[in-house]
């Protein structure tokens, strides 16, 4: 190993990206908290209004029930997204022009804008002339995801898994590729069976780019907005109106902007939350096994 | 700065939080920390400390002026005490 020099003045590289982060992230964000605590009618009027917009956006039931909801579809698309993701990386060819083909085949979904992918679906499970709608139909099911709760459930969770499984088997992929063969050799040696080399060899080395990815694909479906909304507009009644949806409906379509800076801070704070819960539980986890002498 | 609508309260909020990290600073150029292991399940430097402490205050603000009906001074001193209690055997 090359010994580096140590020197904190490197930091002040970084100086030019924290200004770009003040004017677009810290500043907005301040911005923010100063709205949360007061009435603003216009730029004269306003009045100082404490903590009672965090108060009433905390006991209302509406926002509570789409709390609820949101941990239900982000823990769902999870759930089946990371295990599909890794299934379809160890299935992927590894070399040739195979590799190629099924590589742009499987990015594709994550190359359509978010507006698109609910445009798609929208015809694609429409009753009439859909294909997925009017096949059900067809088969006997009367699928409806404007009236069936159920309907709308299972298709955005369908519809996020055909959209975003692809990052998770891309993530994995690279990261089954970066393996020296020289582990698979020991493993044949070893006669491990194919569950032994996965268990010990592929997944331990796949942590990184999972970390990543769960990561990646919490906040995107925490934070989802575009593709239940064109989809199913967070009908039928609310039963797919996610928090993003609640938000812009009260910071928009009503204009109470101190109510929706309260709620904002606080999705912003659930999301801090878990994504360092995360982080921290993942890096420690590979600490442990650094110090026994492992990966 | 008019646009941003200030108050007295988040100005106040916003230098503490901006003088807090100064002295995060000052503090670590004149005694780096050591990751150590305290009460936490995990080894923090005093920096994750911190971020700790703050994060938890949040919540216990959150928690007070939702679910409750005690002042929110109550918060902020649990908040201080908790953050004092993490920086020193967290």
């Known amino acids: 190993m090359v010994n580096k020099v140590y020197n904190n003045r490197a930091w002040l590289l970084v100086l030019p990206m924290l200004v770009l982060v003040a004017f677009s992230a810290i500043i907005p964000l301040m911005t923010v908290v100063n709205y949360s605590v007061q009435d603003v009618f216009d730029a004269n009027t306003r009045f100082f209004t404490g903590a009672e917009w965090f108060e009433r956006t905390l006991n209302n039931a509406g926002l509570q029930a789409a709390l609820l909801r949101q941990f239900a579809f982000s823990f769902t698309v999870l759930a089946i997204q990371v295990p599909l993701g890794i299934g379809i990386a160890l299935l992927m060819p590894k070399r040739g022009w195979q590799a190629s083909a099924v590589l742009i085949l499987i990015t594709l979904p994550l190359l359509i804008p978010w507006n698109v992918v609910g445009s798609i679906w929208q015809i694609f499970t429409r009753g009439d002339i859909g294909l997925m709608g009017a096949g059900l139909r067809g088969l006997g099911y009367g699928y409806n995801i404007t009236r069936n709760p159920v309907d709308a459930w299972a298709t955005i969770i369908l519809m996020d898994v055909w959209h975003w499984t692809p990052l998770i088997a891309l993530l994995c992929y690279s990261g089954l590729r970066s393996i020296p063969e020289a582990y698979y050799q020991a493993a044949r040696i070893d006669r491990a069976s194919k569950w032994a080399v996965f268990r010990y060899i592929q997944l331990p080395k796949l942590t990184n780019v999972l970390v990543i990815g769960v990561l990646l694909r919490f906040m995107h479906s925490f934070m989802i907005y575009a593709e239940p909304f064109v989809l199913t507009g967070g009908g039928p009644g609310s039963s797919t109106t996610f928090l993003s949806q609640s938000l812009t409906t009260m910071a928009i379509g009503q204009q109470d902007l101190g109510p929706s800076a309260a709620f904002s801070l606080i999705y912003f704070l659930i999301i801090l939350l878990v994504c360092w819960v995360f982080y921290t539980a993942i890096m420690n986890m590979q600490k442990d096994k650094a110090e026994r002498g492992g990966v | ?90």
């Open chain 2, 1 to 90: 700065m008019a646009w941003m609508v200030w108050t007295l309260p988040t100005a106040v909020f916003f230098s503490t939080i901006a003088a807090i990290l100064a002295g995060m600073a000052a503090w670590e150029v004149i005694s780096p920390t050591v990751e150590r292991k305290g009460f936490l399940p995990i080894a923090t430097t005093r920096g994750d400390r911190l971020f700790i402490g703050l994060l938890s205050a949040a919540y216990i603000h959150l928690i007070v002026v939702g679910f409750t009906d005690i002042t929110i001074w109550v918060a902020l001193a649990i908040s201080v005490v908790w953050l004092l209690i993490l920086l020193r055997w967290g």
